[in-house]
């Protein structure tokens, strides 16, 4: 399995909603590979980050699916390059799916035959289940990565800890260093694999590194983990029936991802997720927790091997 050498172009697309922390219209950013010769010029496969991460998390598995088809690894609203929001609230699932179905929408305008592949880690997951159950997306294949419709109050918890304080560091080691501290879950990489992991993830400003993204993000998270715990306890809950329909929506074959140790994604809730809905088939990953990066290799030839099939 050898991918391409080739690096991404990043590109741009105009998208409605809320609007930017200028007050201008948005635009959302996306990392563009182009399909290797002999790749179906019909298929694209869109690659969607976790929470606080961004779109060149999958240059290492976008590289190896050029082979196949184009690849657009997106960065979300106020992650990367895409803008900032005026209004910290709407960073919500609602506003993401929103903003990839433009997207879809004006390449589907360029190529009226096109099939979407789907990858999503995580919250990038989330946002492929409320595309995939509308129909008229028409997802080929969807592939989670550590996520489904049972989001665990603990894991909630974890990541409102760490999420938006907006640390600077001394070096860009430093910071891949931090970084590291609370993505252990990840499970183990080499550093060559953790700095190319870490790079897209920080900029420079007057001799400190930033973490490139929005703080204000972490606002739609803190608001629920601050609240009485019994409270922010049922307030997940009674958003679970709700992700569930939209799981049982979804008639596209379905990849689900788990890492082993997983605090986010149970392995009961991966099993039910077997067994209603698309039916996945869930491929686990051993000491690895929340959730596989996709850099190393059973990881890649898991999700290639899936989307090669017809």
């Known amino acids: ?28 950013a996306y990392w563009d590979w182009m399909p290797q010769q002999g790749a179906d010029a019909h298929r694209v496969v869109v690659c969607v980050h976790g929470l606080s991460r961004q779109g060149r998390d ?20 106020g992650r990367g390059f895409s803008d900032w929001l005026a209004d910290p609230m709407t960073y919500q699932v609602g506003t993401y799916a929103a903003d990839v179905g433009s997207l879809i929408a004006r390449l589907r ?12 880690t995580s919250m990038g997951g ?7 159950a509308q129909p008229a997306m028409g997802f080929r294949r969807l592939v ?17 800890t760490y999420l ?16 590291w501290s609370i993505s252990t879950g990840f499970g183990p990489h080499c550093q060559q694999q953790w700095m190319a992991l870490s790079r897209p993830m920080l900029r420079e400003r007057e001799g ?25 306890r049922q307030v997940v809950a009674d958003g679970e029936a709700a992700l569930w329909a939209l799981y049982d929506a979804i008639s596209a074959p379905t990849l689900l991802l788990r890492g082993a140790d997983s605090d986010l994604l ?28 996709l850099v190393v290799p059973d990881q890649v030839a898991a999700v290639v091997g899936f989307l090669e099939q017809a």
Request: glycine share 8%.
């Open 208 to 232: 400190r590194w930033w973490l490139h993204y929005d703080p204000a993000l972490a606002v739609p998270i803190r608001a629920l983990t601050d609240m009485d715990e019994s409270v922010g």
């Open 109 to 120: 305008s360029e190529n009226p035959m096109l099939q979407i592949d789907w990858i999503g």
């Open 126 to 132: 989330l946002i492929g289940m409320a595309l995939a």
């Open 266 to 293: 149970t392995r009961e809730t991966a099993k039910a997720m077997s067994e209603r809905g698309p039916r996945a088939r869930c491929v686990e990953f051993q000491g690895v927790g929340h959730a596989p990066t």
């Open 164 to 179: 938006g304080l907006n640390p600077s560091f001394a070096s860009e080691q430093e910071a891949a260093d931090y970084l």
């Open 1 to 28: 399995m050898s991918g391409s050498s080739q690096m991404p172009e990043l590109r741009f697309v105009d998208v409605p909603g809320p609007v930017a922390n200028s007050g201008q219209q948005r635009r959302l």
């Open 144 to 160: 989670l990565n550590d996520v489904g419709p049972v989001l665990q109050w603990e894991a909630l918890r974890r990541i409102g």
């Open 58 to 77: 999958f240059d290492v598995l976008a590289s190896a699916l050029t082979a196949q088809a184009r690849v657009i690894a997106v960065d979300v609203a």
